[in-house]
Nanobody, 125 residues
Framework: HVQLVESGGGSVQAGGSLRLSCAAS????????VAWFRQASGKERTPVAS?????????NYAGSMEDRFTMSKDNTKNTVFLEGHGLKPDDTAMYYC??????????????????WGQGTQVTVS
């Protein structure tokens, strides 16, 4: 049973940076695709980026998210990270990590994501 635990959210001033973490457990040696999503109040949940945890490969970003977000991982700790730079008030949202099989990494928006973390709030003011 896959479990995901996010941490690192909080408040930051506009133009600042923040680093989120998502620790994954309960998956097999086949690895796992882990993605970040965000959901602002009153809006739909939207994808940010994904990465394959447990092997090689670069992150996949949704739309223009790569402009201000960087996703990375530490395979030895089964943890992925999302760093935001030059954050804007529009980046205020609950940020979630989600997981699925490896193939989901190439189709963040279309894939089904059966595993979710509890979310961590990011507020930019």
């Amino acid at each position: 049973h896959v479990q995901l635990v996010e941490s690192g959210g909080g408040s930051v001033q506009a133009g600042g940076s923040l680093r989120l973490s998502c620790a994954a457990s309960g998956f097999t040696s086949n690895g796992l695709c882990v993605a970040w999503f965000r959901q602002a109040s009153g809006k739909e949940r939207t994808p940010v980026a994904s990465i394959y945890l447990g092997g090689n490969g670069k992150p996949n970003y949704a739309g223009s998210m790569e402009d201000r977000f960087t996703m990375s991982k530490d395979n030895t700790k089964n943890t992925v990270f999302l760093e935001g730079h030059g954050l804007k008030p529009d980046d205020t949202a609950m940020y979630y990590c989600a997981a699925n099989h490896r193939a989901a990494c190439a189709a963040i928006a279309r894939a089904n994501w059966p595993y979710w973390g509890q979310g961590t709030q990011v507020t930019v003011s």
